[in-house]
């Protein structure tokens, strides 16, 4: 792999993983209602799913998704499905206190408390692995900047090494914007505006993935 078509790599990632999608907006959610240390088993959850399909995507998942199109339109269906229900969730979530100006707590679920690292690393691999620009990413982007005629895995090994570090990057950012939300989440009518408009963003997300073709 020349040194030119490596800065490409780095170029187009950092713009695609900069894009806000399911992933993003779920890291900063979590963040703002949970707190950053809790929204790191979020971003678990969304590497630990995509560094599988980039694996997967090394395995042949690109020739397998040309072959059985049908794979491609369950994850489709499965991701927009669960995307909804998100939305749906944070749409509909209680705020303690609405009366204007009442302080209420910055979590937005239902007891007020934090959920458990493993629910909030589940969600995060969840939406992560049924996001078909994720999945596409792994079959048909990442493909063409291997050279077939060099080593495949040293090639492999960079390129996931590089994709880790920008998406990484991405979602500490994303965090933190999301931590800087926190303080104006303890007020209830900021609370409940948030919960629609993340939860408006997750429908949305669910809607264009239903509308997606392979």
Not at 60 to 83: E, T
Not at 107 to 129: D, E, M, W
Not at 149 to 174: C, D, K, R, S
Not at 180 to 208: D, E
């Amino acid at each position: 792999m020349s040194i030119q078509t490596w800065w490409l790599f780095v170029m187009m990632t950092f713009v695609v993983s900069a894009t806000p999608g399911p992933n993003m907006i779920l890291v900063m959610s979590h963040s703002a209602r949970f707190g950053m240390r809790n929204a790191l088993a979020t971003m678990a959850g969304c590497m630990t799913a995509l560094l599988a399909m980039m694996s997967l995507s090394a395995a042949g998942l690109g020739a397998l998704l040309q072959a059985f199109p049908s794979v491609f339109d369950a994850l489709r269906w499965a991701g927009a499905a669960y995307l909804a229900y998100l939305g749906l969730k944070s749409w509909r979530a209680p705020v303690n206190g609405e009366s204007a100006g009442e302080a209420a707590p910055a979590s937005a679920n239902t007891a007020g408390t934090s959920p458990g690292a493993g629910h909030l690393y589940r969600q995060g691999l969840l939406v992560a692995a049924s996001n078909p620009k994720a999945i596409l990413f792994a079959a048909a982007f990442l493909p063409q900047f291997i050279r077939p005629e060099l080593p495949q895995l040293p090639q492999f090994g960079i390129l996931l090494a590089t994709f880790t570090v920008i998406e990484v990057g991405w979602y500490m950012v994303y965090a933190g914007s999301g931590h800087r939300l926190a303080a104006y989440l303890r007020r209830a009518p900021v609370l409940k505006v948030f919960n629609r408009v993340t939860g408006g963003a997750f429908i949305g997300f669910a809607a264009v993935m239903a509308a997606a073709r392979n």
